[in-house]
């Protein structure tokens, strides 16, 4: 497995990965890096053939992560990097290129798009989906029934009640309690979330 990105976020994948007793892995970063733990560090050379090995794209930024992605698309597959301490149930469905940290909890009916990080502790429960892109961040927790739209970041601690829809590229502050739908491109804070911003798009 190849990850790409020798930053703090990589750092976690790579600790899961050895968790999970993956006997192969590499480090990809844009920048000069002497080394990542015991890891030699790639800079990438995308002129080469296509990969045979799958890649896990290590960027905590979603936009970032995507533009990562769309540059890799052509020339490998995607891997899937789950913590052994996380609780997926096996009637979920986790797509390529996403992560699953320790203590993480996926139940029944749950579909996680491409590309998504369930961050430490993240409590996801049945039938919630998540779009391509998004960031469940530590501690948070979905409720049954929300749909999360593509790139939507979750920050730590924050709580949606169940049946909520939460908009595309929404960044939903740190202790945010979500008691309603919240568009598209906005940025919410506080219990209950109001919005303070949206970007343009």
């Known amino acids: 497995m190849i990850l790409y990105g020798a930053s703090g976020h990589g750092k976690v994948i790579l600790d899961i990965l050895e968790s999970s007793c993956e006997e192969h892995i590499e480090i990809w970063d844009d920048r000069p890096v002497d080394n990542f733990f015991e890891y030699p560090v790639k800079v990438p050379d995308l002129s080469n053939p296509p990969l045979s090995e799958k890649v896990i794209v290590c960027i905590g930024v979603n936009e970032t992560r995507k533009k990562v992605v769309e540059k890799l698309n052509n020339y490998t597959t995607f891997g899937i990097a789950i913590h052994p301490r996380a609780i997926v149930s096996k009637r979920a ?30 409590s996801i429960d049945h039938d919630c989906v998540l779009e391509s892109f998004v960031h469940i961040s530590p501690n948070a927790t979905l409720s049954g029934n929300v749909h999360v739209g593509e790139g939507t970041h979750v920050g730590s601690g924050a709580v949606s009640i169940q049946g909520i829809r939460i908009g595309k590229w929404c960044t939903i502050g740190a202790g945010t309690v979500i008691i309603k739908d919240i568009p598209d491109f906005t940025t919410v804070v506080g219990n209950p979330a109001r919005i303070i911003k949206v970007k343009e798009h």
């Open 93 to 122: 469905i986790i797509d390529v290129g996403s992560v699953i940290m320790g203590g993480a909890v996926i139940n029944p009916g749950v579909i996680v798009g491409r590309h998504c990080i369930i961050n430490t502790c993240a």
